[in-house]
């Protein structure tokens, strides 16, 4: 059985950072496509980002330059680091595993439970 772990989240001010982990077995972490997605309250779960096999990163608009996915091999952890926060960014994240990168196609792969990020001042 597959397990994400996501940990992370919390409140944080309008500008500031937080560094969210998913953490899996060495299997799923060197040999899926991983990605990150996120649901607000009274909105669809949407992608965030995501990381191919191959080590390539993909954005969603709404927060290319400002997060950045990575792989931690001695970790098996896969991370989102998140800057400049916004209100907008307020929503549960959720860390997936999947095996190919179609990043729009919400319902494949394997799911975290989620942690929560709140972005207020």
């Known amino acids: 059985q597959v397990q994400l772990v996501e940990s992370g989240g919390g409140l944080v001010q309008p500008g500031g950072s937080l560094r969210l982990s998913c953490a899996a077995s060495?299997?799923?972490?060197?040999?899926?496509?991983m990605a990150w997605y996120r649901q607000a309250p009274g909105k669809q779960r949407e992608w965030v980002a995501g990381?191919?096999?191959?080590?390539?990163?993909n954005y969603a608009d709404s927060v290319k330059g400002r997060f950045t996915i990575s792989r931690d091999y001695a970790k098996n952890t896969v991370n989102l680091q998140m800057n400049n926060l916004k209100p907008e960014d307020t929503a549960v994240y959720y860390c997936?595993?999947?095996?190919?990168?179609?990043?729009?196609?919400?319902?494949?792969?394997?799911w975290g439970q989620g942690t929560q990020v709140t972005v207020s001042s």
């Open positions: 997936n595993a999947r095996g190919a990168s179609n990043w729009l196609v919400l319902g494949n792969g394997y």
């Open positions: 060495v299997t799923i972490v060197s040999g899926y496509a």
């Open positions: 990381i191919t096999r191959a080590g390539m990163p």
